[in-house]
């Protein structure tokens, strides 16, 4: 009962601070042949709408997030994925799949039960073509007394364009996270008679061909609604710059206009889209991981001189390169989106591009293994706590008081700080304020030798998973580990009440021998 | 244990070559136990498809679980040797709010077993999600787990291959932080190192420079840049000593923006930085042929720090020295070897040697309300890919 009516004034709360959507209507606006709604162990729920359109494949729209013990959030208006980009090293061909052949419609494989092993299949008109399956994701918590692996929801179809399979996929997980991927497999698409060029390897048992390396850009385009309006989300880029003392500040540029940035892995910069202007709004945030490899071909397509694009929301701005093709009274690609239109007040489009370099290699014939590549979308300010935590009643350990304690310089210090839980939990130990040259491990253990005189304020904490004791104390290290007269000619409290008792002791213990002698 | 193929298509040769191996050379199998693995040590695991890992691990408070003697057996083929040694090398955590960074293996401040600063967690069913282990004299330290590794390969109308992956994790305890070592060992050849850190945020700060969180009921945790170096020592194959190649593809504008593959041997020490406009990486490989590639593909983020200049790079590769295993703290009693990685980068010829890398990747660690009062893993990790090992994909399709 305590722990319903803390969920309740959890929610209400969570509804005071404005976290949540009222506006939107509190769900998908589709039919139940195209929605799906999936709900966790940790209660939480994603819910959207799914088509698979000619040129894209899949498109999502919709897309709302419940945490657990939350209302209904809505994050993206819609997700897809808006061009597959392909440039051989040679130079020579270069292919934008979604605009040029289309993941959809004809391309799009019809997948058979083991295909899709541990989940269900779902129709693309007649025929299935998309899985949707539950797994763990790779990411959870671990802490000293549980570990958990997040649960997902996964949704992927595969689109065969010339010798490559292409498995489009999206990940939702349990704990708010968006993870868009694809995976490239099939078969090694383009070679080189010539084998004298430096622009790819020849393979084991196939000695007159050279395949060409060549690299995969991914752009994806995400059209944000985060909470009660498609028109008040923010876009801003932080970064932390290191200061000449060698510490990270954190800077945040709030753009509004449109933006086309780059990555800027020395200043660890990442992008985040609020539902509106507070700082605690929801969010949610890209961090350029997968960026260890970066396309660049400015001289001929400018747009790929930049890793991510913040646009308003245009209908007829669909693909990140030959839009124009089937646009044909928009502008062609997502650089020239980026126009210096004000992003205040208006339905917010961001545009996210990974690159992919791909050697050829022997385990690449004939068919290749997939390689994956993609990004996480991170909720910020959505959920109460950690997703995934165990729901059961945790009680505080207590930890004793610490007296003041004296330590000659020196002197071998070599215990342990002991705290108790009632639920027998596994508890972790830190301490600030320690005396230089001592030190406290995560079990509570106390060691060192303490190297500089002075009156220390320690404070020892013990922790489980939710909660923490602490107690703070003094601790003087000097030349004898006594109390002393301070130079002031006061007293320290605690060596006058020593002092006290030790000489009410000192009496009674006089006193006895006397009678005793009696 | 799952089923490789979910397929009952004949035409797969390699159902036909998993029995084959079976039928023909089922104790071929070279391993950690033909090596100085201290006994119960040595850990295997064998997929339905004929493919299985070998590897000797050890778990330490100064390294986390270790591995060795890692030998993979791709179906159809024999087992194969890897790698000699890996482990992480050191993991800093460097606290926005800090000058410097706090290395979180301390070797050089060893003097008994309770003054280590770092612990080994004892795991149990409630913090391991797959079989608890004993390894070593180490009891209950390393959970073991086989899991789903995603569509293998799918071509055309043909049924999807599945596979799977084996993951060998150990957890560590630094003050309220738990750092988990994770190897994995994936059906189709790759290594998958990881370091993940969780457990609860501890360091607070109120100055919106170096923290993040906006509520104000829940403590105003410290940003961080976590930077983990690792230290891998090939084995590669045959018992002839590997060697380095490193790959780079610079845009040549002026000639058509076309991008030759450039690939030159690594013959002396020496700390690299990664370059992604020119997708640069590495091949260890040895003289068979047979190699792995390290793609610095997950290099998001750069750390950079003014006092110890090897970790401004991402790569180092060093001849073997059997007292070089720390980045940083490392114990120097022996003349020949120095306190850090940038002492180990000194020039010599790598020539006819054993070689060592050293690769770094750095992650931000930002709590969030998300991360109260237990952090989501913060994952730095990345592949080792098979890169020429066999001549054909091992789960070649048949036409």
């Known amino acids: ?518 | 244990m799952n089923t490789l193929l979910t397929a009952t298509n004949c035409s797969y040769r390699f159902v036909l070559m998993t029995i084959m191996t079976f039928c023909l050379q089922p104790f071929q199998v070279a391993s950690a136990q033909d090596t100085n693995c201290p006994q119960g040590s040595i850990l295997q695991q064998s997929f339905s498809s004929g493919a299985s890992w070998s590897v000797c691990a050890t778990v330490s408070d100064t390294h986390g679980l270790e591995v060795s003697n890692v030998y993979y057996r791709a179906p159809g083929d024999s087992s194969r040797s890897v790698l000699s040694e890996a482990q992480v090398a050191q993991i800093l955590l460097h606290y926005h709010d800090k000058a410097t960074a706090e290395p979180q293996f301390s070797p050089l401040t060893t003097l008994t077993e309770e003054s280590l600063q770092t612990t080994i967690q004892r795991l149990s069913q409630a913090t391991c999600m797959g079989d608890v282990i004993n390894v070593g004299e180490q009891p209950e330290s390393v959970c073991s787990r086989v899991e789903n590794n995603r569509t293998l390969a799918k071509y055309a109308q043909r049924e999807s291959l599945h596979s799977e992956a084996w993951e060998l994790s150990g957890t560590l305890l630094r003050e309220s932080l738990t750092l988990s070592i994770s190897w994995t060992f994936t059906e189709d050849g790759q290594i998958r190192p990881e370091v993940s850190v969780s457990g609860r945020a501890a360091r607070t700060q109120l100055d919106e420079q170096f923290s993040q969180n906006k509520r104000t009921d829940i403590p105003r945790f410290t940003r961080a840049t976590v930077l983990s170096t690792w230290r891998l020592v090939p084995a590669l194959d045959t018992d002839s000593l590997d060697t380095v190649e490193q790959f780079d593809f610079p845009l040549l504008v002026a000639d058509q923006n076309r991008r030759p593959m450039q690939i030159s041997a690594i013959t002396e020490e020496a700390l690299i930085e990664v370059d992604r406009q020119q997708f640069r990486g590495w091949r260890l490989v040895d003289a068979s042929g047979a190699g792995y590639y390290l793609d610095p593909a997950n290099q998001g983020y750069s750390y950079s720090s003014a006092e110890h200049n090897w970790a401004n790079y991402e790569v180092a590769f060093t001849r073997y020295n059997a007292c070089e295993h720390y980045a940083l703290e490392n114990p120097s009693a022996a003349e020949t070897c120095g306190e850090h990685l940038n002492d180990f980068v000194n020039a010599e010829s790598l020539s006819e040697q054993q070689v060592v890398m050293w690769y770094s990747q750095a992650h931000l660690l930002n709590p969030s309300i998300e991360d109260w009062p237990i952090l989501g893993d913060v994952q730095i990790g990345f592949d080792l890919l098979p890169f020429d090992w066999t001549d054909t994909s091992p789960f070649e399709v048949v036409e």
């Open chain 1, 1 to 518: 009962m305590p722990h319903l009516i803390a969920r309740c004034l959890l929610v209400f709360a969570s509804l005071c601070m404005g976290f949540y959507s009222t506006a939107f209507a509190q769900e998908p606006s589709c039919g139940s042949d195209s929605r799906i709604t999936e709900q966790f162990d940790n209660g939480a729920v994603w819910d959207l709408c799914w088509e698979s359109t000619v040129r894209e494949n899949l498109v999502l729209s919709d897309v709302y997030y419940t945490p657990p013990n939350g209302t209904a959030l809505r994050v993206l208006s819609s997700g897809r994925l808006s061009q597959l980009h392909v440039a051989y090293d040679d130079s020579d061909v270069t292919y934008n799949d979604v605009t040029q052949y289309g993941l959809g419609g004809g391309f799009l494989l019809t997948l058979e039960e083991q295909d899709c092993p541990q989940g269900e299949l779902l129709n693309i008109q007649t025929r299935p073509a998309l899985c949707k399956w539950r797994g763990d994701a790779q990411s959870g918590h671990h802490s000293a007394n549980q570990a958990a692996k997040t649960q997902s929801l996964h949704l992927f179809s595969v689109s065969q364009v010339g010798a490559y399979a292409y498995i489009t996929n999206w990940t939702f997980h349990a704990n708010g996270a968006i993870e868009p991927s694809v995976g490239a497999t099939g078969a090694l698409q383009r070679s080189s008679d010539d084998t004298s060029e430096p622009y790819g390897r020849e393979l084991t048992g196939d000695q007159d061909t050279l395949w060409l390396s060549h690299t995969h850009n991914y752009y994806w385009r995400l059209d944000f609604d985060i909470g009660d309006s498609a028109t008040d989300d923010v876009f801003s880029q932080t970064r932390y710059e290191v200061t000449p003392a060698g510490t990270r500040a954190q800077r945040v540029d709030r753009f509004v206009t449109e933006q086309a940035l780059k990555i800027n892995p020395d200043e660890q910069a990442n992008w985040t889209i609020h539902a509106n202007a507070r700082a605690d709004s929801p969010a949610f945030s890209i961090e350029p991981i997968r960026s260890g490899h970066r396309f660049e071909r400015q001289e001929v397509e400018p747009y790929s001189d930049f890793d991510f694009f913040v646009t308003v929301a245009n209908d007829c701005e669909r693909f990140a390169s030959q839009n124009a093709r089937f646009n044909p009274d928009c502008l062609n690609d997502v650089l020239q989106f980026v126009d210096g239109q004000s992003i205040v007040e208006e339905d917010l489009v961001v545009w996210n591009r990974v690159s992919f370099h791909h050697v050829p290699r022997n385990e690449d014939q004939r068919h290749m293994h997939t390689h994956w590549d993609g990004f996480l979308i991170r909720p910020r300010n959505v959920l109460s706590r950690t997703a995934s935590l165990n729901d059961a009643p945790n009680s505080v350990p207590t930890l004793a008081p610490i007296e003041t304690r004296y330590t000659k310089l020196g002197e071998l210090i070599h215990e342990n700080v002991e705290a108790n839980d009632a639920d027998g939990d596994f508890l972790l130990y830190t301490a600030t304020g320690l005396p230089s040259g001592v030190t406290i491990n995560s079990l509570g253990h106390l060691h060192g030798e303490p190297d500089v005189e002075g009156r220390y304020t320690v404070t020892i904490t013990a922790m489980d998973d939710q909660h923490e004791a602490a107690r703070t104390f003094f601790w003087t290290i000097n030349q004898t580990g006594a109390a002393e007269r301070r130079k002031s000619g006061r007293v320290d409290v605690s060596l006058l009440t020593l002092l006290l008792v030790s000489l009410i002791w000192t009496r009674r213990s006089n006193k006895c021998p006397a009678r005793q002698s009696l």
